[in-house]
């Protein structure tokens, strides 16, 4: 089980970070990675990071604001997110991929239920 948590409002140009606790699963057999669904759109990649911690990749509308970051010894994975903007309010998930790095949520095995940001203007 994935559980995401930090999410909440934040005014435009502040800053959140976002936690994914696993419960029943060890964290370091997989590569994680958050996406994102806002209010009438189809849920996007954000950010991945592979078993040991390296190398991360990141969506091209969240680099160098965001970084996904792991404790394995707290099967805890993270992700600080800086400088936000209204666009990015959206429900973020945690998601865990047992086979390598990638972006396409068909690839995921496992997810959060998702934790709500919304960044006003």
């Known amino acids: 089980q994935l559980v995401e948590s930090g999410g909440g409002l934040v005014q435009a140009g502040g800053s959140l970070r976002l936690s994914c606790a696993a419960s029943?699963?060890?964290?370091?057999?997989?590569?994680m990675a958050w996406f994102r669904q806002a209010p009438g759109k189809e849920r996007e990649f954000v950010a991945g990071?592979?078993?040991?911690?390296?190398?991360?990749y990141y969506a091209d509308s969240v680099k160098g604001r965001f970084t996904i970051s792991r404790d394995n010894a707290k099967n805890t994975v993270y992700l600080q997110m800086n400088s936000l903007k209204p666009e990015d309010t959206a429900v973020y998930y945690c998601?865990?991929?047992?086979?390598?790095?990638?972006?396409?949520?068909?690839?995921?095995?496992?997810w959060g239920k998702g934790t709500l940001v919304t960044v006003s203007s």
């Open positions: 990071i592979n078993r040991s911690g390296l190398p991360t």
């Open positions: 029943g699963r060890t964290v370091s057999s997989y590569v």
């Open positions: 998601a865990a991929n047992q086979y390598g790095s990638s972006s396409s949520e068909d690839h995921m095995d496992y």
